[in-house]
């Protein structure tokens, strides 16, 4: 049996393909960066693949707001394709500018397992009103929807970083009660010792709500998130090797694995 | 016919507004005593519609679509004939 | 002759000097009297005046930022002197010495470039935007960036890290001190560093190196230092530019922004410079240069190209010129086929437009269609312009008609300047008077680390990504403290643990005292910060920020400076490789603060025996290696107290045996932890190694090995050159000692488990004892606050 395909999406502006590609390609994936534009002039197609990684950048500039213009440009070309691709219960996994994308296009939340068609929710300017580059604490949420999370202790806090000015996660109120109550929260920042962040600088980096990090769609199979997993794969990318000793892989390595792990088993 | 439209989109009050607050302090080192900035985005948009009312309703539409996000932004659209 | 469009021919022949003057001041061209006459009489001789375009051209050429006039020129000093070309003479000279063979590239593209491992190479380069920064802090700080990241990409490397050295004013100066047309130093800090981080996060191109350094001297004179690393195959470095290759413009439309920026960088800041230069400062988009970016590396990887070049300075009349001239080739360039932001331009608005975000690629003519498809397929705009042609001459059509027709061996022969150099006895500074010993060195010492040249920089450094690429090994910030690193590590090929290794050195409190021992302490900074992580083979660039060169005291000083980088790059035997200067930096405050900025680029072959600074384990050993000597001139710890006097730090022939012991060391292992001392001396550099790491240490200040008797405070806070602290492992201390044999060594004290900083002084009583979280929120919190 041939490997699965991971198909990378980038357009002008996306800039963290090349470094996912490398973790995904370790993780024995078949990995391919496709511009859009292959896409569209049918070079490629989406249902040859089994994972739609949407990496971070400043796609388009990030004009108008952050990942409004390839969230809706993309729902303008592929919208079927990426509807078939998420009821065939295939992996979608934004990153950063991808899951600001998501949120953008209305694939997230995804209530219901259905695209909206306007956004449910935003990624708000920092509170900070700064680009925050940090290591951050993460904690994963067993409990959620999410079919792509890692087998671990509730316990663990993974340290992963974030690069973005535009992470600020806020919904309705009424969206936030549908977010509850399908389980769609699967990261919420912390505090090192694993407590909740509870909205306090610079442990909640940007204010979001809930310290909501990432979250899910209602069928599990489409995850965003605004930390960095393929910044934290390998160990010498972690922040303190230097003091607590090299191990091979670093803790971003557990998230990608389990989404490799999921599209294996498709 | 061919329409101007003026498109301003700003976040809803009460909205913490960090890009606001940036410009705020930025003012105050120029030297100047500023209280309160709110930063809003303004597109102008040249549309070709059969009525006015028709163009407001595509700018409305263009509004939900794209320029602003129902979260956390309000829009005005403003129509005029060119 | 009756065109359809505007162009005019300028009467040289038939003037004077006055009006030659006055033709350059109202053509905005800034060249010079004699300059004026020689380009009458090159007309002379072709038997006709020249075209608004011509004259254009050949400003931007010699202007001090395309040509370096005074670097190649001639400078008489007062004392009878004579220096041929003070470049050659001293800077490129060192690389001709030492004539390393992992040099690929020096001083003759757009980037240095040095070999890197299995058959990539890496290219950097390092720019000032010093001018258009000081008019609109954001926009000239973020085309900085763009520009210096077109450099790399003009040399077929893809970049992967941006460095950026910033220098200002006080950040609490006071308002009303501040002369008409001169911004805040607190405007253009916030200004600057958020067009840096706005440019390299949108490009995705991490930001991992550089300083900040605050100074009276920079009030007038805001210093901005962009730089870029990118690697490249060695076998993808195309340059064959043939005649008959075409000309392809690619990337953002030309437009009238940034008109007359190289001649406006070559003058003086006054106070209309505010309003007047406004046009010359461009406007930066990032995603733009990320899709040439993709564009670039494609053609690269597909051969297609035969050479490329950036637009920087002087728009298309630099680049087109510099390139023929280059591959000993002319060109001929149709402008009405470039296309533009504003249809109306005129064409020498076209050919000397400073737009941002456009390269300049040359193709065998059976290639364009290929590029012009990959550019497509990146959403890019692009325009074949011209061809390469045999004669030795740039001739620029619109239209068809012909608009400017030089011989390119005129255009690149200026007229040498002849610049005049006052001789001062450079001394170095004063000796010292005496003041008696403060009574509390803890409070001293807080002080220092809350001073802005020495706290902690994280509030700047977490706006600009420094991960992004996931390459970055050892980072800016230190683990979980944040603490403070030497150099930053980059890790830029997945199948290859090698690392390059980014550092740098500048000493701007020094510069007043002594241009000299400025010079070659801060060669000596940047490379010790190179091999406290474990780099070595460092190549260096230069890049020099100075007053107006026609005053005979700022040559003076600059001269002293450059005759130093030679020295100090001899005692290394490090050559330098790529450099820039930004001269002319005066306003009515007065020249800049005369500054030097090294860039020092190493490699290590395996980044994971890469040391970082903070303490690793309690009970190991610190060691200080190298002499600690009265030289306080210029130091932060006289700067807090108001002492004027003092000895700026020397470099001596014996500070070139230190770096390959230290690396040796951290080879074999029995480095755990290693720094080098600089502002505030050796005080700050064992707080720093401990509030990184959280634990404590106890030293004994009569234990430091000394050049001369002195005070305890003096020998805390000395800022000598060539010293490092080591913490060495527990169990190889006799391994460590036998490495450093026949070099002044000496253990000081213990790393310890309780958190607090101890020095006991000769006598052994207490000097300093400080808990270590408190230095570390001291250090971290100071520059936060706004």
Known sequence: MGRKKACILRVGGTNCDLETKVALDDLGLETEIIHMNHLLRGHRRLNDYSLLVIPGGFSYGDYVRAGAIWGKKMLSKFKKEIEEFIEEDKAVVGICNGFQVLVESGVLPGIDGSISEYPRATLATNSSAKYECRWIHLKYHQAS?????????????????????????????????????????????????????????????????????????????????????????????????????????????????????????? | MRFRARVEVKLRPGFFDPEGETVKEALNDLGYRVENVRVSKVYTVDIDATTIDEARLLLDEMCRRLLANPTKDLYEVEVQPL | MDLPFEIYEVDLIGSNDDVLMKISIEMGIGLNAEEMRYIKEYFKGEGRNPTDVELQTIGQTWSEHCYHKTFKGIVKTTDGRIVDNMFRSYIASVVKELNPDWCVSVFEDNAGIVDFVDGYAIAVKVETHNHPSAIEPFGGAATGIGGVIRDVLGVWADPIANIDVLCFGPLDYDYSKLPPGVKHPRYLFKGIVAGIGYYGNNMGIPTVSGAICFDEGYVGNVVVYCGCVGILPRDRYLRKVRPGDSVILVGGRTGRDGIHGVTFASTELTKESEEASRPAVQIPNPIEEEKLRRAIIRIRDEGLASGITDLGGGGLSSATGETANKYNCGAVIELSKVKLKDPNMRPWEIWVSESQERMLIASPPQNVARIMDILDEEDLEAAEIGRFTEPRRLKVLYLGYTVADLSLDFLFSPPRAVRTAEVKEDEGGEADFDFAMPNDLSSVLLRLLSSPNIASKESIIRTYDHEVKGMTAIKPLQGLRSGPNDAAVMKPLPSSWAGVVLSCGIKPSYGKLSPYWMAASAIDEAVRNNVCVGGRRWALLDNFTWGNPEKPDRMGSLLKAVEACYYAAKIFQVPFISGKDSLYNESPLGPVTPTLLITAVGIIPDVRKAVTADFKVPGDPIYVIGLTRRELGGSEYYRILNVKSGLVPRLRPSAGELPSRIIRAIDSGVIMACHDPSEGGLAVALAEMCLASGFGAEVHTSNVPLGEPMREDLVLFSESNSRFIVEVKANAEEEFCTLMEGIPHAKIGYVTKSPTFLVYGFDGKSLVDVNVDVLWKTWRNALTSR
């Not at chain 1, 999370?149 to 969206?175: K, M, S």
């Not at chain 1, 010792?193 to 509870?198: F, I, K, Y």
């Not at chain 1, 910044?231 to 091979?248: C, E, I, K, N, V």
């Open chain 1, 145 to 266: 929807s999410c079919r792509l999370l890692p087998d671990l202790d509730e316990d663990t806090v993974l340290r992963i970083p974030i690069g973005h000015g535009e992470g600020n996660f806020i919904v309705g109120e009424e969206v936030l009660e549908e977010i509850k109550r399908e389980g769609l929260v699967v990261f919420t920042y912390c505090k090192p010792d694993g407590s909740p962040a509870n909205g306090e600088y610079p442990y909640n980096p940007n204010g979001s709500m809930l310290d909501i990090a990432g979250i899910c769609n209602s069928r599990g199979n489409v995850m965003g998130m605004m930390p960095h997993p393929e910044r934290a794969y390998f160990g010498w990318q972690m922040p303190d090797w230097t003091s607590r000793g090299l191990q091979p892989y670093g803790d971003g390595s557990l998230v990608l694995k389990a989404i490799a792990s999921y599209v294996e088993r498709l």
